[in-house]
């Protein structure tokens, strides 16, 4: 049974019942929508299909549309890749590390950030794919019997252990969110009065009827899911970090890259969700389950995140000094001080400085100054994927073929198109389905609910009670 | 054969687990708890065991490497060695440290999906199964005891609700089912 300090503040503020609680997350998506969620589903989704119609016109035409050249092959599209690879940590990390670790603070934003974390990785996954040029022939990076003589795609390279990695993270990820949701759909359907709604939301809910023994069998599928799902969080951005740790490129070539790629998805992936967090409790009115003490553990992982990341920055500088290998260190001056200075600093400032303000009490629990950090953040780590990627190859061995990289309109087209659908994505879900984990956040509010948490007869601390006077 | 069946409700999780041991130390079968989020500590009292989910995870994630170790020794040592750089591909046990990723993937990868279509499956939860709960209210904030007349048989119809009825029940509920 979770018992919790009485001078904690309370996950559930205010005073709920079960059915408040069941009311709160299922009135949204009984009501009406409000305007504002037309408005901004407008924009998202002209957004998405712009970047649609840019990909559609990069399929037709070719890669050649970007921005590449011969030296810099790879520039936007891999940083946006790792970049929405790097923001879908956050979500299987609440849900399954902090699972593991006994943290009821992150059921009450588990499953949007599971959500988040599905709908960046679908935005991930497209880059590699319409990176192929031919994207109808994606299947060929599986191990399919081909009729070109018995030759098999190459298990020795990272990019087919990638292929694995976020294939196998996105259908667990599904999986995980979706058994989460199942008793929550069926709390909706048996509340829905409309025929239609009533219909689908039975289809979705699986027939769940809340059994004790299915109960017994939910609380270990999702230990065990998590118990997977934790290494996973950590293989795949380590995977992804291969596809350069394990090249021969001076900027790349380092043993460093698996943990500060790791820290650094972490760190994005709850930047995001703060942003979106912030607004959806507000939109939402859940303000009395997603509260200051939720964005100030959020901001203790953004700043212990952010300073590995920092580290990561400085042992890198250090290491390739200390390599004495020329072209190593030629490689991190440039990144500094070359043309590329302004996307290292800003990397700098964003990544480094940022998250150190988060030391100062003040500060961390301001859900404005969160907002802004948030987004920062996430630019400074689009940023630093910028300057591994494009500052490392710019310059190679032969400077006849030194160049810049300069997007082109598609580069920034389907780039902005995906952040189009992925608002697409979360609008979507917003609407339909419930976005705080209810029945488990029925669990807690005995133990941690305002009104339930140090009253005398469920008390933990019964000579306490007078305290609570918040 | 029709039997009856009675629905005892609850508005608290903790008063149905303290009616449930009651009615258990008087001998009576409890055959079904019906709540809208777990509740912990009821399985011992009325006699549910603890799944087995757990193995079936386990053997799904051995298949799931017993699968890729054979797959990769297949497609990269026995069917067509792929000299990368001439590195060493002559046995699988030369190679092994590049297929420890994948092979760490798809461990994952059965186990997880093993497991969860098991769950489902196990659960006759899928898509298009009817809700099975007595009343709608307990996937909101009810709580629901089943009792059945032919499980507990040593007892007439009026001792079981009476004693159902010295527990702390908000509702009550009979129904003849076939």
Not at chain 1, 29 to 52: H, M, N, S
Not at chain 1, 61 to 74: D, E, H, P
Not at chain 1, 227 to 239: E, M, N, Q, R
């Amino acid at each position: 049974m979770h018992k919790e300090a009485a001078i904690r503040e309370p996950l559930i503020l205010g005073h709920k019942t079960y059915h408040d609680i069941t009311e709160d997350v299922c009135k949204p998506i009984e009501d009406k929508a409000p305007k504002t969620w037309y408005v901004l589903f407008g924009i998202a989704l002209i957004i998405g299909l712009y970047g649609i119609g840019c990909i559609a016109y990069l399929l037709g035409t070719g890669i050649g549309v970007w921005g590449l050249n011969k030296t810099i092959g790879w520039a936007w599209d891999i940083t946006n890749f790792v970049w929405w690879v790097g923001i879908g940590h956050a979500g299987t990390l609440i849900s399954a590390v902090l699972l593991l670790f006994r943290q009821k603070w992150r059921m009450a934003i588990n499953r949007s950030a599971e959500a988040m974390t599905i709908f960046a990785v679908f935005m991930a996954g497209m880059f590699p794919l319409i990176h192929m040029g031919r994207l109808w022939l994606g299947y060929w990076v599986l191990p399919l019997p081909n009729q070109f003589g018995s030759l098999w795609v190459n298990f020795n390279s990272p990019l087919l252990w990638d292929v694995f990695a976020i294939s196998t993270y996105l259908s667990v990820g599904l999986v995980f969110w979706y058994i989460g949701l199942i008793p929550d759909f069926a709390t909706i359907r048996d509340r829905a009065k409309r025929p239609i709604p009533k219909k689908m939301y039975s289809i979705l809910a699986f027939g769940w009827s809340g059994r004790a023994k299915h109960w017994n069998r939910f609380e270990l599928v999702s230990l065990v899911l998590a118990g997977l799902a934790t290494p996973l969080v950590f293989s795949v951005h380590s995977i992804v970090s291969f596809d350069f740790a394990t090249s021969v490129i001076p900027g790349w070539h380092t043993t460093i890259f698996p943990p500060y790629f790791v820290a650094g998805a972490v760190f994005s992936g709850f930047a995001m969700v703060q942003t979106l967090m912030l607004v959806m409790r507000k939109a939402m009115g859940l303000e009395a389950y997603i509260h200051t003490r939720h964005v100030e553990y959020m901001n203790i992982v953004i700043m212990v995140t952010g300073s590995i990341v920092g580290v990561a920055y400085l042992t890198e500088l250090f290491v390739s000094w200390y390599s004495g290998v020329e072209y190593e260190q030629y490689a991190f001056i440039n990144r500094a001080t070359g043309p590329y200075w302004w996307a290292y600093a800003s990397m700098m400032t964003c990544n480094v400085v940022s998250p150190q303000l988060m030391w100062i009490k003040k500060l961390r629990r301001s859900l404005i100054f969160t907002f802004i950090i948030s987004i920062v953040v996430n630019i400074g780590m689009w940023f630093e994927r910028y300057v591994i990627i494009v500052t490392s190859l710019h310059r190679d061995y032969l400077p006849s073929s030194w160049t810049m990289h300069f997007p082109s309109h598609i580069d920034i087209g389907v780039y902005v198109g995906t952040i189009g659908l992925f608002f697409v994505f979360f609008l979507l879900f917003a609407r339909f389905f419930p976005v705080l984990a209810l029945n488990e956040v029925k669990t807690i509010l005995k133990s941690s609910g305002e009104s339930y948490k140090n009253a005398p007869d469920h008390g933990h601390v019964e000579e306490n009670s007078n305290s609570n006077n918040q | 054969m029709a039997d009856k069946v009675i629905y005892a409700m609850y508005d608290d999780d903790d008063v149905l687990k303290d009616g449930a041991k009651l009615l258990v130390s008087k001998g009576v079968k409890v055959s079904e708890v019906f709540s809208p989020f777990p509740i912990h500590g009821i399985d011992p009292i009325i006699g549910i065991k603890n799944t087995r989910l757990g193995i079936v995870a386990f053997l799904f994630a051995i298949t799931g490497t017993l699968l890729a170790t054979y797959g990769m020794k297949f497609f990269m040592i026995s069917d067509w060695p792929m000299n990368i750089g001439g590195k060493p591909n002559a046995t699988y046990m030369d190679n092994i440290l590049a297929f420890i990723p994948i092979t760490f993937e798809f461990t994952v990868l059965c186990a997880a999906h093993g497991m969860a279509i098991t769950y489902l499956l196990r659960n006759k939860t899928i898509p298009g199964m009817p809700a099975q709960n007595p009343d709608p209210r307990t996937t909101d904030d009810r709580f629901v005891i089943e009792l059945r007349q032919s499980e507990n048989s040593q007892f007439s119809d009026e001792e079981l609700v009476n004693l159902v009825q010295g527990t702390g029940i908000v509702e009550l509920d009979q129904k003849e089912i076939k």
